[in-house]
């Protein structure tokens, strides 16, 4: 088992159902951008979120390779693909909640975007870039996501 840091495991970011039922795996290189990217995700975000929110972090989504953003219906620019995000729920927490305590926490994400009230999108800038700290929230009108800034 590879760890990320203290409370993540690498298992929790490529793991997927959408894979499974693909009949695929999601693999990375350890030598990867990608990984060294989830490393710096955790280490800088996630593992201090928890420790500020003394609750266990889900992880819904992690990296996500081409192949596997097309079949769940991700950007082509999701910062999924370069292992920059994950999509979190913690138990006994609403979405906006756990968006609520990251958006007033000093933590450097690029963006902290609760999706369709379901779970919490959350990402780091890319190696060199200032982090945005940007806080949206997503919702469906028809077939189009709407994002507005804010909770
Ligand atoms: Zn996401």
Known sequence: M????????????TRSQTAARLGKRVTIDLTSLEYANLVTLCKEVL?????LLYRPITITSGYRPAWLNEAVGGSDHSAH???????????GMTPRDVAFHLAHSGLPFDQCIVEFGQWVHISIAKPGEEPRRQVLTASKRGNA??????L
């Open 81 to 91: 693909l370069e292992g920059r995000a994950a999509d979190i729920v913690i138990s």
């Open 47 to 51: 593992q201090p979120l928890r420790g």
């Open 2 to 13: 590879i760890s990320l840091s203290d409370n993540f495991t690498l298992h929790e970011f």
């Open 145 to 150: 996501t709407i994002y507005k800034d804010g």
